[in-house]
């Protein structure tokens, strides 16, 4: 196995907790509201329009209410506090630093939009000046896992796949990486991503945080 000289982080649910519902309940969404919006928008692929980075904000607003137009105040209201939902994990910057420490460069592969940047840039993303490189989906107009956006990671930060790790929460984006070349694994945990690495021998100083 070729050794691992690059670890790659998605960012919701790896570096950063993305937890909209607590968003939504504040901003007065009943519990068939919600239902409602994960089914219409999250699961139909009208939020996906938001990582792509092809539409501004009033046109996305717009989109959403469309489908929902008796949730307009709540949706636009949630749109409005959207970085609420993002909050960086207490391990995050001292995994980074201990990777770097181990010599590993450092990426991260994300599906994120614009707005959702702006407003957590300098909270929820503070670790980025950490990292030797980043590849947010709004800024190339691509999403995972189209295999266009493994393709411009490789080639933007000149990465050989296989001495590239990529870990991700979502099983689709995995496959799609390891279909492109890129050593990949679902991140179930931090503990649990801390042992596969150690499977592709990336050995790096690490005493294991809380369940």
Same mark, same amino acid.
């Not at 050794?3 to 007065?28: A, H, Q, T």
């Not at 949730?71 to 391990?91: H, P, V």
């Not at 201990?98 to 939009?113: E, F, P, Q, W």
């Given at each position: 196995?070729?050794? /691992?000289?690059?670890?790659?982080?998605?960012?919701?649910?790896?570096?950063? @907790?993305?937890?909209?519902?607590?968003?939504?309940?504040?901003?007065?969404?009943? &519990? %068939?509201? /919600?239902?409602?919006?994960?089914?219409?928008?999250?699961?139909?692929?009208?939020?996906?329009?938001?990582?792509?980075? /092809?539409?501004?904000?009033?046109?996305?607003?717009?989109?959403? $209410?469309? $489908?929902? +137009?008796?949730? =307009?105040? @709540?949706?636009?209201?949630?749109?409005?506090?959207? #970085?609420?939902?993002?909050?960086? *994990?207490?391990?995050?910057?001292?995994? /980074?630093? &201990?990777?770097? &420490?181990?010599?590993?460069?450092?990426?991260?592969?994300?599906?994120?939009?614009?707005? &959702?940047?702006?407003?957590? !840039?300098?909270?929820?993303?503070?670790?980025?000046?950490?990292?030797?490189?980043?590849?947010?989906?709004?800024?190339?107009?691509?999403? !995972? +896992?189209?295999?266009?956006?493994? =393709?411009?990671?490789?080639?933007? *930060?000149?990465?050989?796949?296989?001495?590239?790790? *990529?870990?991700?929460?979502?099983?689709?984006?995995?496959?799609?990486?390891?279909?492109? #070349?890129?050593?990949?694994? $679902? *991140? !179930? #945990?931090?503990?649990?991503?801390? !042992?596969?690495?150690? %499977?592709? #021998?990336?050995?790096?100083?690490?005493?294991?945080?809380?369940?």
């Amino acid at each position: 196995m070729t050794e /691992i000289s690059n670890i790659v982080f998605d960012v919701g649910n790896v570096l950063v @907790e993305w937890d909209p519902y607590k968003v939504m309940r504040k901003c007065g969404m009943t &519990a %068939g509201d /919600i239902d409602e919006f994960e089914e219409k928008i999250f699961k139909s692929g009208v939020w996906d329009k938001s990582d792509e980075g /092809i539409m501004t904000k009033e046109e996305f607003v717009a989109s959403m $209410v469309a $489908v929902i +137009p008796r949730l =307009e105040k @709540e949706i636009t209201e949630f749109f409005e506090n959207i #970085g609420d939902a993002l909050s960086q *994990f207490d391990y995050t910057k001292k995994l /980074i630093e &201990a990777c770097k &420490a181990s010599g590993y460069k450092v990426y991260i592969l994300s599906n994120y939009s614009d707005w &959702a940047y702006e407003q957590s !840039k300098d909270d929820a993303l503070s670790f980025l000046p950490m990292l030797d490189g980043e590849l947010f989906s709004y800024r190339c107009k691509l999403i !995972k +896992p189209d295999d266009r956006i493994y =393709e411009e990671l490789l080639k933007e *930060f000149n990465l050989n796949g296989a001495e590239t790790i *990529f870990m991700d929460d979502r099983e689709d984006n995995v496959e799609a990486a390891r279909k492109n #070349g890129i050593n990949a694994f $679902v *991140f !179930k #945990g931090i503990n649990e991503a801390i !042992k596969e690495l150690a %499977g592709y #021998g990336v050995k790096i100083e690490w005493t294991e945080e809380e369940k």
